[in-house]
């Protein structure tokens, strides 16, 4: 395992791979937002536009037995993970064919196939969470790295402070990967933080601590390899500040008061997807016709998905109250 | 006691005894299992209920943590998810509520949010309980506020067979289980059976049966209802005692056979009466046995005030045996 | 109008950021909607031409409202209405969700246990309980119509109330006008002559009068009359009242809050028994100035409708002073109880045939026992017995009644 490892593989397919994982997830927010205005679906909406370079850039990274612990803008989590769009959608549409049987809608995407720990609705409650999957695999003397994404809000919240202590102070192998796109729903960074450098904070806790381009794929995958590999070999905690910007509101009922719209443009032309596509093309890694193939291959799976939500079946009412406790026979007491 | 058993060998032990000797097997038996809380290690437990248990099973299986209940409480349903069979213990229910969110948004919901692909086969215990002077921040009883949230179960071992063989029934339930632990119980002394082991997490039991009036009871107020319950018979009032010992869920039926039999019933709760265990139980009552009744459902709970400091005032503010006699014999029209 | 948020129900459309006749893609922003939370920009998911706003700037409309038309590259203007415009509703709403086979269930509790001994086999509700142990009914006699066969308080009340109707009815049912409510009536009634006899302190005086005059006088009347015109002596008698009380104010007045006021206008109240056990006495207003046949008429109207039920609210509350009568029903002398606010009841009894002194002989005469009921806080006995003799010296000139 040398620093060779580390870097990405500059191949044109894995170049390709990254920038359809980024337009496929555009893609899918883009429609989500339709939907969402046909009121197709409901509730809250939290869309991932501008920070597709994070999710893409670690989770391919993580082998199939790490597991991922999520938040409410996790969409883009959960498909380049591998959870399929179709449950995907159909999740967003409440159907019972939905990854999470409809139960959760948007903002809880779970799939125990891909060790997909799920969205989560409570800002910071996912981290101690992490925390204790990780105890776990440590307990068992596994390898297994538990990848936990959570916003720079998060860092407010008590919760982000006892588990940097404990992931810190019992040595276990999270990767905490934070998403600073500097608008905690509608307050700025700035107003809510003594210190915004983030992770300053982790390494106050003694973790192992960096910040990174989160506009930046290539650097962005860069660090994941690393920072993965490290926390897979020492088994200590490792906190990775991706600097990103939403380039959507914060849900779809937003009317973005809290900051300007020269800001938002000028964020709009760093933005990861153009960008990448910019760098490939200055550097002759892409060919004329591959974008459109990409795109018509990205509709082309998301129209499905819609068709397949669209079919989807209702859970029975008579269900309602199944999976509050489980239900097979409990094993017998001793 | 309805386990009154022939067994050859019973032992003299505490309440306190009985809960570490209930830890000491599950680690032993089951690899899965360990504790973890504040103090639970090097100080022994708050209460000395894990005491000599770090030098017997080593820092892995009894784990000291940092003051952070809400993280701690986290991190013991992660570990849970992920197969493990972790013992949270909150020092107190008081302090409990630092952990609210994680009990509440993710314990007890991550199974009905995921679609049932995961569970959360977690243990709290908590100290709970008024009685030893200690201000109204450390003296909550807020096992019925927990016993509102579908997704638990709420279980308050009373006698010592409950102390000792709750647990690891708990521990092998696929969900969620909060275990409360009155403070003035510790110390209780009594017999045992040298073998008893796990016990049922599903029954209520009748501790003591009679025919004019029955208590429904939990926890550390069962004693008190029990005592009260001696007194009224020396004024010739036969009172049936029901020890819930489950809050969550409740067992209905053998409320409602002892309610068809006395026709009368007063419940007695440590919680404050408004929105307590104490209504929902009378509620199902008038749900299930109106048609039973005689009398007006009576309750002895805590009254509308945050503990006090000073005994008397403390003493005045929880359920007392006086104040249970009191109630059944107004109840029977004899004051 | 897109929705944008779970709570959104209307928005208001303040700007169009294109015009007709331009060029969209996909992820434009074409319009600005002002909502709850502020001004949101909206986008196209369509791409093509903009045809035409189907919506006035500054209007509200709910979510779903076309807001414009957007024809697509190639797409061909049909004859007819518009293609589906962009950003709405265009799909069909999703099935509703199929009926599960068994509906959803309150989450049923477990039955009750099997009754012990000693528990009730009746179920009565407490209410019914408390009643029929107030009123010594037997639970057991009684069919509950309750949850589960229980016993309720109207049950008990039922068993009541039958045992209520076995009092004696003087006449039978079916007679009854279908507006009168006896039961009322007898309540009414009931309050009044208790009140009346609570407050009213009441004197009594009897005047008996020859009335040979009148039934000669009538006689002779009625030889030239059709039945149902004939007049009858309660008609001489309600003008000779009315007359008297021209005389007499005092008799003819109301009594409210400790004072009394005379009436201008004589109102006889006619006490008329009613079928069924009903008693009322509507006012014949301005008696003292009818002529008799005519007083003959309205008292047989006043009769006739009081007993289908068509009384006049203000028949009930005039009456002055009442005149009752037995006579028929063979009652020698009555003694009433007024009817508050007035202060008078003059009674008529029976018209008998007694020995009686005229000029000094004894002879048959038919002689008419009148009482006089009045309220000692208004009259003293002297003024009644004048009253009661103007009555009596009345009747004896019939054609000047």
Redesign the interface.
Known sequence: MTAAADKPHLSRAHMLDLLKQMIRIRHFEDKCAELYTQEKIRGFLHLYDGEEAVAVGVIPVLEERDRIVATYREHGHALVRGVPMKAVMAEMYGKQEGCSRGRGGSMHLFDAAHNFHGGNAIVGGGLPMAVGLALAEKMRNGDAVVACFFGEGAVAEGEFHESMNLAALWQLPVLFVCENNLYAMGTALALSESETDIHQKAACYKLAAEAVDGMDVVAVEAVARRAVRAVRESRKPYFLECRTYRLRAHSMFDAQLYREKAEVETWRHREPILRFHSWLQANNIIHADDVPRIEAEVDAEIAEAVAFAEAGTWEPLAELTRFTYAESGRPAGR | MQQETARAETIEITYREAVKQAIRDAIK?DERV?LMGEDVGRYGGCYAVSKGLLAEFGP?RIRD??L?E???????????????R?IVELMTVNFSLLAL??IM??AAT??????????VPLVIRMATGAGRQLAAQHSHSLEGWYAHI??I?VLAPATLEDAR?ML??AL????PVLIFENVMLYNMTGKLAADA????IEKAAVRRVG?DISFITYGGSLWKTLEAAETLAGAGIEAEVIDLRVLRPLD??TI??SI??T?RAVIVDEGWRSGSVAAEVGM?IV???F???DAPIGRVCSEEVPIPYPAHLENAAIPQAEKIVTAAKAMLGKA | MPSLGADMEAGTLVEWLVKPGDKVKHGDIIAVVETQKGAIEIETFQAGQVEKFLVEVNSKVPVGTPLAVIRAEGEAKPAAAPAPPPGTPAAPKAAAPPVAPPPMQVPPRAPSPPIAPGAPALRVSPAARQLAAQRGIDLSTITGTGPQGAITYTDVEARLGAAGAAAPAAAPAKKRAPTLNLDAMRVAIAAAMARSKREIPHYYLTHQVDVTVCEQWLAQKNAALPPDSRLLIGALALKAVALACRRFPAFNGFYRENRYVPSEAVHTGVAIAIRGGGLTAPALHDADKLALDDLMARMRDLIQRTRAGRIRGSEMSDPTITVTSLGERGVEALYGIIYPPQVAIVGFGKVVMRPWVVDGAIGPRSVVTITLSADHRVTDGHAGALFLAEIGTLLQEPNNL
């Not at chain 2, 809400?70 to 493990?84: D, E, K, R, V, Y």
């Not at chain 2, 082991?197 to 049922?200: Q, R, S």
Request: cysteine-free.
């Open positions: 038996h360990f892995e943590t940092p952070s809400s993280g701690f409480t986290g991190a013991g349903i992660g570990a849970a998810m992920a197969g493990l972790p969110d994680q948004n993710t991550v199974r009905h949010m995921s679609g049932n692909q995961f569970g579908p997704g179960k063989g690891w029934t092998q339930d696929p969900d082991g796990a016990v049922d025919r209905d039926a409602m056979a068809a039999k026709r199902r749900e299930q046995a048609w039973s009744l």
